[in-house]
């Protein structure tokens, strides 16, 4: 039992058996009392109704029972999203088991992985699916089947005295880093989670949400688990509106969807698309990325932003508060100068930014994310040197709590909202600067036509640099991208390739997967430089040295040394020549990165003007060792 490792759950104490937010499932079977024929699940044919759902997970309950799970045991549910997922999750959490959802459609050895981990009691699988359970050992394995109606009465289960520190959930994620390992989560996570979702959302049983995630997902538990608390129903969406945002805006208004929660990418799209007026979607929710820009005005709902984690469930959300939500229509000029803001911190949940030594970062500062909640997980089974590292003793919070390091990079505004700036891990140095990728990604996103960017770093020559790779409405000319990136963004910033794509690589979470990037042919990806004639004697130097080490016929001003064909050789070679006839170092990196001849006299020059050494006879020097080719 993976409760065993972390915490033993027999010995939760007996004021903790009577807690003010009930367990999530108990939640969903009091619905089931009070509401029975309310329609709790719609996938495809299948209707299901609270009392429907009470019946099918009691009986599929039973049955794990009978198969030796018992509490703390572990049950692989290998489903992909529908409504057996629903119900296996429900059964095994009711008899006091710990969920592992596995997605069907990752890679097989993804499960397999987690499966020889977790060693799970037995899994589920779904009898209308053709996905057959993953080969690792001989477990038992069974179908999950809602297409019989179970037979009445709803089977008495053993009453169960579960806490809110019980595990509940053991979700399988390499995250961020793509290090494979295993959350563990309690019922605390789970209830405090959905009931925050819920309330954020302002969801009511009169809403009917769309499950879109990937099953296998954190994201999945988020999407269905706040519908189920408020006792809303949820629609399951058939795999082939996924991948489509017209088709998806299709689906939602012939569904009649009134809240929807899609990934970051998907969205984009989704805002840029026509909505009729009379919409009854009334919320859509992004997460998963950073939102690079707001869509119209005139959207016929309200767009959120949700910023959370697996470890820490929900912590922000534009739309919490309701009264001082930020949205397209709320923004101000200044909220729209900036990437969106991911909303302030949810009731409950404390978020500090912390410099890499654990002082605080100064206001107004960027900092690592932090995160003091009621509902942060309890750790990585088999891991617990990685669980000490994510998890720290909380310095100023309830004696015995904790602090969640989330790896995130994140800036509080004056009025307390938070600003996500991506991962810590995506803060790279480009020529000596610190550089965001986000920011870069931002800046690029605004340009009218470009839909979904994601900038990576290359290494090329010995040095680190910038490539945009990009979807958009129209063809962009490398050209005309790398046009607007100057326009807002220092040299060192500036992407060095503009890839157009038809689509970005997305993760089985929907984010895009920058481990896929850039495309192979990137280089031919880089803009074409207009011929402009050198104009100072240092730029006509310059621009001879170019021609002399590049045996080129025509060098123009702002034409780059790598991309004209230098390599590091040549380069080391280019840096001598500079410090030989006219008397300045240059640093390797700089060359190589921003060297064109304006650039390169650019800093000569400024340097000299620093120094008040005119440095004529060394240029005339130049100008007479050698002479730029022209056609």
Same mark, same amino acid.
């Given at each position: 039992?993976?409760?065993?490792?972390?915490?033993?759950?027999?010995?939760?104490?007996?004021?903790?058996?009577?807690?003010?937010?009930?367990?999530?499932?108990?939640?969903?079977?009091?619905?089931?009392?009070?509401?029975?024929?309310?329609?709790?699940?719609?996938?495809?044919?299948?209707?299901?109704?609270?009392?429907?759902?009470?019946?099918?997970?009691?009986?599929?309950g039973l049955v794990l029972r009978n198969a030796?799970?018992s509490r703390g045991g572990v049950v692989a549910?290998?489903?992909?999203?529908?409504?057996?997922?629903?119900?296996?999750?429900?059964?095994?959490?009711?008899?006091?088991?710990?969920?592992?959802?596995?997605?069907?459609?990752?890679?097989?050895?993804?499960?397999?992985?987690?499966?020889?981990?977790?060693?799970?009691?037995?899994?589920?699988?779904?009898?209308?699916?053709?996905?057959?359970?993953?080969?690792?050992?001989?477990?038992?394995?069974?179908?999950?089947?809602?297409?019989?109606?179970?037979?009445?009465?709803?089977?008495?289960?053993?009453?169960?005295?579960?806490?809110?520190?019980?595990?509940?959930?053991?979700?399988?994620?390499? #995250?961020?880093?793509?290090?494979?390992?295993?959350?563990?989560?309690?019922?605390?996570?789970?209830?405090?989670?959905?009931?925050?979702?819920?309330?954020?959302? #302002?969801?009511?049983?009169?809403?009917?949400?769309?499950?879109?995630?990937?099953?296998?997902?954190?994201?999945?538990?988020?999407?269905?688990?706040?519908?189920?608390?408020?006792g809303a129903s949820i629609h399951v969406a058939?795999?082939?509106?996924?991948?489509?945002?017209?088709?998806?805006?299709?689906?939602?208004?012939?569904?009649?969807?009134?809240?929807?929660?899609?990934?970051?990418?998907?969205?984009?799209?989704?805002?840029?698309?026509?909505?009729?007026?009379?919409?009854?979607?009334?919320?859509?929710?992004?997460? #998963?990325?950073?939102?690079?820009?707001?869509?119209?005005?005139?959207?016929?709902?309200?767009?959120?932003?949700?910023?959370?984690?697996?470890?820490?469930?929900?912590?922000?959300?534009?739309?919490?508060?309701?009264?001082?939500?930020?949205? *397209?229509?709320?923004?101000?000029?200044?909220?729209?100068?900036?990437?969106?803001?991911?909303?302030?911190?949810?009731?409950?949940?404390?978020?500090?930014?912390?410099?890499?030594?654990?002082?605080?970062? *100064?206001?107004?500062?960027?900092?690592?994310?932090?995160?003091?909640?009621?509902?942060?997980?309890?750790?990585?089974?088999?891991?617990?040197?990685?669980?000490?590292?994510?998890?720290?003793?909380?310095?100023?919070?309830?004696?015995?709590?904790?602090?969640?390091?989330?790896?995130?990079?994140?800036?509080?505004?004056?009025?307390?909202?938070?600003?996500?700036?991506?991962?810590?891990?995506?803060?790279?140095?480009?020529?000596?600067?610190?550089?965001?990728?986000?920011?870069?990604?931002?800046?690029?996103?605004?340009?009218?036509?470009?839909?979904?960017?994601?900038?990576?770093?290359?290494?090329?020559?010995?040095?680190?640099?910038?490539?945009?790779?990009?979807?958009?409405?129209?063809?962009?000319?490398?050209?005309?991208?790398?046009?607007?990136?100057?326009?807002?963004?220092?040299?060192?910033?500036?992407?060095?390739?503009?890839?157009?794509?038809?689509?970005?690589?997305?993760?089985?979470?929907?984010?895009?997967?920058?481990?896929?990037?850039?495309?192979?042919?990137?280089?031919?990806?880089?803009?074409?430089?207009?011929?402009?004639?050198?104009?100072?004697?240092?730029?006509?130097?310059?621009?001879?040295?170019?021609?002399?080490?590049?045996?080129?016929?025509?060098?123009?001003?702002?034409?780059?040394?790598?991309?004209?064909?230098?390599?590091?050789?040549?380069?080391?070679?280019?840096?001598?020549?500079?410090?030989?006839?006219?008397?300045?170092?240059?640093?390797?990196?700089?060359?190589?990165?921003?060297?064109?001849?304006?650039?390169?006299?650019?800093?000569?020059?400024?340097?000299?003007?620093?120094?008040?050494?005119? #440095?004529?006879?060394?240029?005339?020097?130049?100008?007479?060792?050698?002479?730029?080719?022209?056609?």
């Amino acid at each position: 039992m993976l409760s065993s490792e972390i915490i033993n759950s027999e010995q939760c104490k007996e004021q903790e058996m009577t807690v003010e937010t009930p367990l999530f499932h108990e939640v969903v079977l009091m619905h089931a009392q009070t509401t029975p024929d309310a329609l709790a699940v719609v996938d495809g044919s299948i209707r299901l109704s609270y009392g429907e759902l009470d019946k099918l997970s009691a009986h599929l309950g039973l049955v794990l029972r009978n198969a030796g799970v018992s509490r703390g045991g572990v049950v692989a549910v290998h489903i992909d999203r529908s409504v057996e997922w629903i119900v296996a999750m429900l059964a095994v959490l009711r008899i006091g088991g710990v969920c592992m959802p596995l997605d069907p459609n990752a890679p097989p050895n993804r499960a397999t992985r987690a499966l020889r981990a977790a060693q799970p009691v037995l899994t589920l699988i779904s009898a209308r699916d053709l996905v057959a359970a993953p080969s690792d050992d001989a477990r038992p394995v069974i179908r999950v089947d809602v297409s019989t109606p179970s037979p009445d009465p709803v089977p008495d289960l053993p009453e169960l005295r579960l806490c809110m520190d019980d595990i509940a959930y053991a979700m399988h994620t390499s #995250g961020s880093s793509g290090r494979a390992k295993i959350v563990l989560a309690q019922h605390r996570w789970l209830a405090e989670g959905a009931r925050s979702g819920a309330l954020v959302n #302002g969801t009511t049983q009169a809403d009917r949400g769309s499950w879109l995630g990937a099953a296998g997902a954190g994201i999945a538990v988020h999407e269905v688990c706040n519908l189920l608390w408020a006792g809303a129903s949820i629609h399951v969406a058939p795999r082939d509106v996924i991948a489509a945002p017209p088709k998806l805006r299709d689906w939602l208004l012939e569904n009649r969807i009134t809240q929807a929660f899609v990934v970051t990418a998907v969205g984009e799209v989704l805002q840029g698309l026509a909505w009729p007026t009379d919409s009854p979607l009334r919320l859509v929710t992004l997460g #998963g990325d950073r939102l690079n820009r707001w869509g119209p005005s005139d959207l016929p709902f309200d767009l959120a932003i949700s910023y959370g984690s697996l470890e820490a469930f929900q912590i922000a959300n534009t739309l919490y508060p309701r009264e001082q939500k930020i949205t *397209p229509v709320t923004a101000s000029d200044r909220d729209r100068a900036a990437p969106p803001p991911v909303g302030r911190p949810l009731p409950g949940v404390q978020v500090r930014l912390l410099e890499a030594d654990l002082t605080p970062t *100064p206001e107004g500062a960027i900092g690592e994310i932090w995160i003091d909640s009621e509902s942060l997980c309890l750790g990585y089974f088999g891991d617990p040197a990685l669980t000490a590292d994510k998890f720290r003793p909380n310095p100023t919070g309830t004696p015995g709590g904790r602090i969640y390091r989330s790896g995130d990079a994140g800036r509080f505004r004056p009025n307390g909202v938070l600003e996500h700036h991506g991962r810590i891990d995506d803060v790279v140095k480009i020529r000596g600067h610190r550089v965001e990728l986000g920011d870069v990604e931002w800046t690029l996103s605004n340009h009218p036509a470009v839909e979904q960017v994601g900038v990576v770093p290359v290494e090329e020559f010995e040095i680190r640099v910038l490539v945009a790779c990009f979807t958009a409405g129209r063809g962009v000319p490398p050209g005309e991208l790398r046009a607007h990136a100057t326009a807002s963004l220092p040299d060192y910033m500036v992407p060095t390739a503009y890839v157009q794509m038809n689509a970005l690589p997305l993760s089985t979470n929907g984010k895009i997967d920058r481990s896929f990037l850039p495309p192979s042919d990137w280089r031919t990806w880089r803009p074409a430089h207009p011929y402009r004639e050198p104009q100072s004697d240092l730029e006509v130097a310059i621009a001879g040295f170019f021609a002399e080490l590049l045996n080129c016929e025509q060098v123009g001003a702002d034409d780059h040394f790598m991309e004209m064909g230098g390599d590091s050789l040549s380069a080391a070679r280019l840096q001598a020549r500079i410090r030989d006839v006219l008397g300045h170092n240059i640093e390797l990196v700089d060359l190589m990165s921003a060297g064109t001849p304006a650039t390169l006299a650019g800093q000569i020059a400024r340097r000299r003007v620093k120094s008040a050494d005119p #440095g004529s006879q060394s240029v005339r020097a130049a100008l007479s060792a050698i002479r730029p080719r022209r056609s």
